[in-house]
């Protein structure tokens, strides 16, 4: 990766945490799951087996994202990787190659101008491609990486990662705890407010000691004991106390850059921001795409930027298997629920874009290349029109799934599935149907992505000919 690369990954990250400060708040509570400076925690026993030879299977390169011109149009999809790895972090316990204990799916849309986030269980056990098999889906960049897989660590990452929630993903980006401190301490530190007394490993050094309450500017190495305090925190609200400190400590990291007017002065600082925390990052995106990408994010209202979590109630079963010859804890994913959290994701606004092939901009080739499936209801007094309008659909490269017939319909409507917003924009656009006649619904055992309910307006109107 070229050091422009990893600047415009730093400057795009700097951005990321300015205006979507929820998506670096999933990202350091997935850190809290790790050993860092403050009260221990359990640690893993999750081990990788080494392989000096090659699968036995023939290895694709699917993981392996491809850089392609971005015309800032198209939805980005891009997978944020946070590494179990950096100073300060204990290794001794750890075989092989290190875990990605935080994945993040954010998904940006120029059209809706909406942004969403998804936070990733680590301990979902998943199918991991490449031959790999049932594991963690945090194990699979450990196994990119010890297999020497095509794309390594990332490469498989996002190979596994898209075959589990259903979206392609254009890009990867990676960053280890060490990196994401030195940021925080390039932006001159954090204010954090104290209501208690509190007792941790604030430099990181395996010293605790108890800072008095109060409000104080911390550095980063403070920042990270602060958010993953469980223990002696002075709340006795163990987790959920440390998860309203995470987020106290990502608000308080978006104000500082807000209230000092920082964004110029990092972003002319970016070489600087290489030297320092190169080491820790990396990604596909080139200088451009996150030049753009930066520009894209600054110009959408924060109230359209959702962050979704994959909880308990997205889980079917914890249970413990035997991975690489340890007993371990999993997660068993409920595949309906979190089908449906992804759609959501996916329709945010009613209006969002599913993801698409990058650079792409016409709505019917948008349309085309979703290849979502459409049931093509008549709720008309014209006899054959859901079938005329049918073949007229399908001239056009559309995938039209079924046909029949309904109760009156007056005015044409649109019941979409999260995944296939293009195809209701191109839909509602030619048959100029308003968002309000736009309803979303998600059902993972639908037969069709859409279902459009043809009125009388349609069959009085249409470029078809009236019928």
């Avoid at 979190?338 to 092939?357: D, H, R, T």
């Avoid at 859901?386 to 409507?413: I, P, Q």
């Amino acid at each position: 990766v070229t050091k422009g690369l990893l600047v415009a990954f730093v400057v795009a990250g700097i951005l990321l945490a300015y205006f979507g400060g929820k998506f670096v708040f999933n990202l350091v509570k997935g850190w809290s799951l790790t050993s860092l400076p403050g009260a221990p925690v359990e640690s893993s026993s999750d081990t990788v087996v080494q392989q000096t030879a090659q699968p036995t299977q023939a290895l694709q390169t699917g993981g392996s994202t491809t850089t392609k011109a971005w015309d800032g149009e198209s939805r980005v999809n891009i997978l944020l990787l946070g590494l179990d790895t950096g100073n300060g972090v204990n290794t001794a316990d750890r075989d092989g190659p290190p875990k990605s204990d935080t994945m993040i799916l954010v998904t940006i849309d120029p059209l809706s101008q909406t942004i969403g986030a998804l936070s990733i269980r680590r301990d979902l056990l998943v199918s991991i491609p490449e031959g790999v098999g049932e594991k963690k889906i945090n194990m699979a960049y450990a196994y990119g990486e010890a297999w020497n897989l095509p794309g390594g660590g990332p490469g498989l990452a996002v190979e596994t990662v898209e075959q589990f929630l259903g979206v392609p993903i254009n890009y990867y980006a990676q960053i280890d705890f060490d990196s994401f401190t030195k940021l925080i301490d390039e932006i001159g530190g954090i204010s954090i407010t104290l209501t208690s007394p509190m007792l941790a490993d604030w430099k990181g050094d395996g010293n605790r000691f108890v800072i008095d309450p109060g409000t104080y500017t911390v550095p980063g190495s403070y920042a990270l004991a602060y958010a993953r305090c469980r223990e002696d925190c002075g709340d006795d609200q163990g987790d959920f106390g440390r998860g309203s400190r995470q987020m106290q400590m990502v608000e308080a990291v978006r104000d500082r850059i807000m209230d000092f007017n920082m964004l110029p002065t990092l972003i002319t600082k970016a070489p600087a921001l290489y030297n320092d925390v190169s080491a820790g990052i990396k990604t596909d995106m080139s200088l451009t795409q996150a030049i753009q990408l930066a520009t894209l994010m600054m110009q959408i209202p924060r109230e359209n930027m959702t962050t979704y979590n994959i909880d308990t109630t997205d889980i079917a079963e914890q249970t413990t298997v035997i991975i690489d010859n340890t007993a371990q804890q999993v997660l068993i994913p409920d595949q309906a629920a979190i089908e449906k959290l992804v759609n959501q994701m996916f329709a945010a606004k009613g209006s969002a874009a599913a993801p698409i092939v990058m650079g792409v901009t016409d709505p019917l080739e948008l349309a085309k290349a979703e290849n979502a499936r459409i049931q093509i209801m008549n709720g008309t007094l014209s006899s054959g029109l859901a079938d005329t309008t049918s073949a007229f659909f399908t001239s056009k490269g559309l995938n039209v799934v079924g046909t029949g017939n309904t109760s009156s319909v007056l005015y044409s409507n649109i019941e979409v599935d999260g995944k296939a917003p293009y195809t209701a924009k191109y839909l509602a656009n030619l048959m100029s149907i308003p968002t309000a006649r736009i309803v979303e619904h998600y059902d993972a055992n639908a037969a069709a992505d859409i279902i459009l309910y043809l009125g009388e307006d349609w069959a009085n109107s249409n470029p078809m000919g009236n019928q």
